[in-house]
């Protein structure tokens, strides 16, 4: 499966070819903070099917909640969120969901197979019906 994404000036351009190991939704402090809002949604894929097509993005690095250095990548001009590299797992990386091409951000109506940690959970969310329900990082 290819997937395509950029942010939103259109700058920075991606591609990845590989099915996703697992969607997830991550609530942990950091992606809270860095999408600014209560959860961030992602395809979870091999480092070695992703490529930037164009534009270089910046990175910011710091320690997430699972104790291990996540590395976030976005645009320096726009803001837009577009992935991110963790340290715990380092074959896979995060794509995030709303960088993806053509409103794709919806995963075209595939089912959500993890939460993350569900205990960072804002209280107005509820559980995603038949998604794994994890205290700490997915390991994919």
Known sequence: MIFTGSCMCGKIKYQADAEPAAKAVCHC????????????????????????LSGSPKSSQYMADSGYAYH????????????????????????????????????????????AFVQRRVAYLKPIEGASQVHGMIQA
Do not use: H, V, W
């Open 72 to 115: 976030t990548f976005f645009c320096g001009d726009c803001g837009s969120s577009l992935y991110g590299q963790p340290d715990s797992l380092p074959e896979m990386m995060s794509i995030k969901a709303g960088s993806l091409d053509g409103g794709a951000a919806s995963l075209e109506g595939e089912k959500i197979d993890a939460e």
């Open 29 to 52: 402090i950091n992606c809270q903070k860095f999408s600014g809002s209560a959860f961030t949604t992602n395809l979870i894929i091999p480092r070695s099917s992703f490529k930037i």
